[in-house]
């Protein structure tokens, strides 16, 4: 089992739809959890951290961890054919190392 | 440009022979990373160098081999490639050792495309 567990998808919506992307997780050690985007053939690029439980929000992108479950979430309100990309989720137990734990990463695709 | 730099972009080579990727980055960081992105999309740290020095050695065969001639400068040089290799190669940086409950993003090269014949 991977320390990161993330449906890969692929998910199509339509626009304007709200997207709702989910990681679970086995280490309860983890305590900073990121959301990376990559565009197709390209290289990751961050989209929003968090640390420790909580929400964060930044436009249309809302982030939330639920230590206590062990699951975080990537809302995405009113979905643009621009945010069609995977989206990773990764986690680390210190910020010291930068050492990430990525999940699989789930493939969104928004349809004009 | 300020950024992260991967050379070659593309790399297809038959199997048993050594090649070498080059990462440079100007953001004035002091560690980098390699990454390896598989067919299904998994990202794995390879390697991490922190000024030259080796912070993070992950479960790779030791036919990989960083260097960190200086801190903007990361090669991967691979021995006697074998199908298995066969990957996205992605090359980050961050500024290290940031405050408590803060994070330094990484940022990631565009990536090399290694295919083993």
């Known amino acids: 089992q991977k320390e990161v567990e993330q449906d890969p998808g692929p998910l199509s919506v339509p626009e304007g739809a709200i997207v709702s992307l989910n990681c679970t997780y086995s280490n309860s050690a983890f305590q900073y959890f990121m959301w990376y985007r990559q565009y197709s053939r390209k290289g990751p690029e961050l989209l929003m951290y968090t640390y420790s439980s909580g929400n964060k929000e930044d436009g249309r992108f809302t982030a939330q961890v639920d230590k206590s479950s062990k699951y975080i979430s990537l809302f995405i309100r009113d979905s643009q054919p621009s945010d069609s990309a995977t989206y990773l989720c990764?986690?680390?137990?210190?910020?010291?190392?930068?050492?990430?734990?990525f999940g699989q990463g789930t493939t969104l695709q928004v349809k004009p | 440009d300020t950024a992260v730099s991967q050379t070659p972009k593309y790399l297809v080579t038959q199997m048993g022979n050594d090649k070498s990727i080059k990462c440079e980055q100007n953001l004035g960081h002091d560690t980098m990373y390699w990454y390896k992105q598989d067919s299904k999309k998994f990202l794995k740290i390879m390697f991490s160098y922190n000024n030259k020095e080796l912070i993070i050695n992950e479960t790779v065969p030791n036919r990989f081999s960083p260097k960190s001639p200086d801190k903007a400068h990361l090669n991967l040089h691979i021995n006697s490639l074998e199908l298995g290799d066969s990957a996205v190669y992605f090359c980050a940086s961050s500024q290290g050792f940031p405050p408590p409950k803060s994070y330094n993003e990484q940022f990631f090269g565009p990536g090399t495309r290694l295919t083993v014949l």
């Open positions: 990764a986690m680390s137990v210190s910020s010291n190392t930068g050492k990430l734990i």
